[in-house]
């Protein structure tokens, strides 16, 4: 009898034991987190304090308003275009904000993942059409419209997440 596969499987099994999946509990808190310290680096950029998330301007409807229900796709959709838009931005105040986003969008996927969802991919997403003409003409106005409604999306997204939100 060969002694040498069963002593690998009786090592590899005595290692997978001690290893444990990360907690959706953990998962939900760090999302949670990640979020306010989102609204909090928003915060400390002091111009976008001046411009409502609920205000209409022209030229900058292609971005998100603000959603009473958001499903965990819907979230992901919806940080997908804000995404977007910041890295379209020349502003060095955003690029942190572009890529906590990044890590909120990854969390999200593990959420979605741990009720067995499976989000679209969104990173191949069409550039908005009159981002680029938009930019040229109101680069300071954009950026402001845009990180004030990412902040109210933001706060609707950490009270959705409170009740779980489907699929």
Not at 52 to 78: C, E, N, W, Y
Request: hydrophobic letters at 40%; glycine letters at 2%; a negative charge.
């Amino acid at each position: 009898m060969c002694w040498r596969p069963l002593c690998r499987f009786l090592w590899l099994w005595s290692y997978l034991s001690y290893a444990q999946a990360v907690p959706i509990q953990k998962v939900q808190d760090d999302t949670k987190t990640l979020i306010k310290t989102i609204v909090t680096r928003i915060n400390d950029i002091s111009h976008t304090q001046s411009v409502s998330a609920k205000q209409r301007v022209t030229g900058l409807d292609f971005i998100p308003g603000l959603h009473p229900i958001l499903s965990l796709s819907k979230m992901d959709q919806t940080l997908a275009v804000y995404q977007q838009i910041l890295t379209s931005l020349p502003s060095q105040n955003v690029l942190q904000i572009a890529n906590d986003l990044e890590n909120l969008r990854d969390l999200l996927h593990l959420l979605a993942f741990s009720k067995s969802c499976s989000l679209p991919q969104t990173s191949g997403l069409q550039k908005p059409e009159s981002l680029d003409g938009v930019l040229e003409a109101s680069l300071y106005s954009t950026e402001v419209v845009a990180l004030s409604r990412l902040q109210g999306s933001l706060q609707d997204i950490l009270q959705q997440l409170d009740v779980s939100p489907e699929c």
